[in-house]
């Protein structure tokens, strides 16, 4: 069962995380971390929230692949400006081990 913690922003980028890509599909975030994420670290969560349109209006959607792989490209520096749009919590939506 998975469980909400009233997750309310994203933690800072790590000095080689120079971009937060959120996604715009759960089937894709579900590959990223269950193909990808998983094999390389051994775990990993699918996450949904709400961003303000209006701050996601200053980025364009990148296609990272096929039509289905959607993404936008947020610089780490820009983390705190993208957590003050999330409107609501983030809510844990699948767990991968």
Known sequence: MIRNSGIRAFPPRLPDQPIFYPVLSEEYAVKIARDWNVPASGSD?????????????????????????????????????????????????AEFR
């Open 45 to 93: 969560y699918v996450t949904r929230f709400q961003v303000r349109r209006s701050f996601l209006e200053n980025y364009s959607v990148q296609k990272a692949g096929g039509l289905a792989h959607l993404e936008y490209w947020i610089p780490a520096e820009e983390m705190a400006a993208f957590n003050a749009a999330i409107v609501g919590e983030i809510e844990v939506v």
